[in-house]
Antibody
C-alpha cells in the first residue's frame, strides 16, 4: 500500500522560504510515476503546484513557477517542495501526492498524503 | 489555463436520493477529467478517472459521464457517508486545474 507523509514547519515568516518534504513508503519513487504537490487555502479549493519524475524532470504551475522548486531524493525515497518569498496568501494545507501519467500528462492523482497546514505569519 | 466550472456549489439531499453534479470545462478536454471526494479534515480521494472509470474499491453508486466540455457526476442512492465536497479536475493540459467544489449535505 502506497503511503505518503508530509513534514516540515507549520509556521513560516513572510518573505521566507517554505520547505516541505514528502516521505513515500510502499513504493519506490525510482520505479516510476510523477510525484507532486497540491495546496488548499483554508475553506477554499485545490491548487496544483507542480510535479517531478524520478529522473528530475519537473512541471510547475505557471502562477507559482518563479517561486517554486520541487526536487527528489531517490536514495531516501522522498521528494521536497520549496516555495520562496511567501506571503499570507500562501497559507494553506499542502498535500503531497502521486500522479499517474496519461498521454504524457501526469494528471491522475491517485495517492495523497494527509496534508500539512502551513501558516505564513510573523 | 483551462477553467473548470462546477455546479451547484452546494446541495442538500435525502438519504437514498440521486445526486447529480455538473462540471464544465472552458475548452474541449476530451475525457481527461477526474472526480475526487474530500471529507472534512481529510485529503481528497480519487473516485472516477477518465470521466467515467471507477477507481478500484469505490462503490458502484458513484458514476461519471461526459466528454468534450460537459461532464456529470452522479451518486445513485445517497448514503450518510457520502457527505463531502466533490471536485472535478482536468488533465488535458498543464497546469492541472480543479473545479470550485460541490458540498453535499444530508437534508
Amino acid at each position: 500500500q502506497v503511503q505518503l507523509q508530509e513534514s516540515g514547519p507549520g509556521l513560516v515568516k513572510p518573505s521566507e522560504t517554505l520547505s516541505l518534504t514528502c516521505a513515500v513508503s510502499g513504493y519506490s519513487i525510482s520505479s516510476g510515476y510523477y510525484w507532486g504537490w497540491i495546496r488548499q487555502p483554508p475553506g477554499k479549493g485545490l491548487e496544483w503546484i507542480g510535479s517531478i519524475y524520478h529522473s528530475g524532470s519537473t512541471f510547475y504551475n505557471p502562477s507559482l513557477k518563479s517561486r517554486v522548486t520541487i526536487s527528489v531524493d531517490t536514495s531516501k525515497n522522498q521528494f521536497s517542495l520549496k516555495l520562496a518569498s511567501v506571503t499570507a496568501a500562501d497559507t494553506a494545507v499542502y498535500y503531497c501526492a502521486r500522479h499517474v501519467s496519461v498521454m504524457a500528462v501526469a494528471g491522475i492523482v491517485d495517492y495523497w498524503g494527509p496534508g500539512t497546514l502551513v501558516t505564513v505569519s510573523s | 489555463d483551462i477553467q473548470m466550472t462546477q455546479s451547484p456549489s452546494s446541495l442538500s439531499a435525502s438519504v437514498g436520493d440521486r445526486v447529480t453534479i455538473t462540471c464544465q470545462a472552458s475548452q474541449d478536454i476530451s475525457n481527461y477529467l477526474n472526480w475526487y471526494q474530500q471529507k472534512p479534515g481529510k485529503a481528497p480521494k480519487l473516485l472516477i478517472y477518465d470521466a467515467s472509470n471507477l477507481e478500484t474499491g469505490v462503490p458502484s453508486r458513484f458514476s461519471g459521464s461526459g466528454s468534450g466540455t460537459d461532464f456529470t457526476f452522479t451518486i445513485n442512492s445517497l448514503q450518510p457517508e457520502d457527505i463531502a465536497t466533490y471536485y472535478c479536475q482536468q488533465y488535458d493540459n498543464l497546469p492541472l486545474t480543479f473545479g470550485g467544489g460541490t458540498k453535499v449535505e444530508i437534508k
